[in-house]
């Protein structure tokens, strides 16, 4: 199956910058959802975003779905070590029963 | 809750050993998935259940085998340990919902190591 395709592969800030992620599908998706994992740690759900052209935040993360439901993205305003670690989209996935087909993710790594 | 458990933490095989990897929920999650981390890959869906007795494969079955015996249990299964079987194993859980809205919940996962 296709995955969906992040960039980028990684991003060094430093603390105090914005840092953005963006994923990219060739296809119209149903809806896309974000988790992070911390360095050694297991994947934890962050959002889900189902209407064309959403925008949600939490905190100092922004959550965007492109109009044409192809392309989502990620941002963090003013970055904490707390930040550190992997970010993954994920989307539907026909071919298996529409279960979650993640992202290669986006490694943050944090300078303090 | 305990939410999602994995048993075993950590784990190393010889080329050819079998073993079994125990996930366990107490959500009452009808769903419930295997995925495998390597570096650069993401998470890789191999087998996932939709309900008791219920089983099908997902992007990577080959070399694996599941069984969802009880509603809360999610068995994964290597009959032959390979060493491209080296992997970060997590299991995740979700309630039944509209299909692709289900927000899943993971174990801490199993580091298991093919010699």
């Known amino acids: 199956g296709q995955q969906v395709m992040q960039i980028p592969q990684y991003q060094h800030v430093q603390e105090g910058e914005d840092f953005t992620t963006y994923c990219n599908s060739s296809?119209?998706?149903?809806?896309i959802q974000w988790y992070k994992q911390r360095p050694g740690g297991h994947p934890v759900f962050l959002i889900q975003l189902v209407k064309s052209g959403e925008v949600k935040k939490q905190k100092r993360l922004t959550f965007q779905f492109g109009e044409a439901k192809k392309n989502s993205s990620l941002h963090i305003t003013a970055t904490q070590t707390t930040d550190v670690g992997t970010y993954f989209c994920a989307r539907p996935g026909k071919e298996y029963g529409n279960k979650l087909v993640f992202g290669a993710g986006t490694i943050l790594r944090v300078k303090s | 809750n305990a939410g999602v458990t994995q048993t075993p933490k950590f784990r190393v095989l010889k080329t050819g050993q079998s073993m079994t990897l125990l996930c366990a929920q107490d959500?009452?999650?009808?769903?419930m998935y295997w995925y495998r981390q390597d570096p650069g890959m993401g998470l890789r869906l191999i087998h996932y259940s939709v309900g008791e007795g219920t089983t099908a494969k997902g992007e990577v079955p080959d070399g694996y085998n599941v069984s969802r015996l009880k509603k809360q249990n999610f068995l994964l299964g290597l009959e032959s340990a390979a060493p491209s079987q080296t992997s970060v194993y997590f299991c995740a859980s979700s309630y039944f919902r509209t299909s692709g809205k289900d927000t899943q919940y993971f174990g801490p996962g199993t580091r298991l190591t093919v010699l």
């Open positions: 296809t119209t998706l149903s809806n």
């Open positions: 959500m009452n999650h009808e769903y």
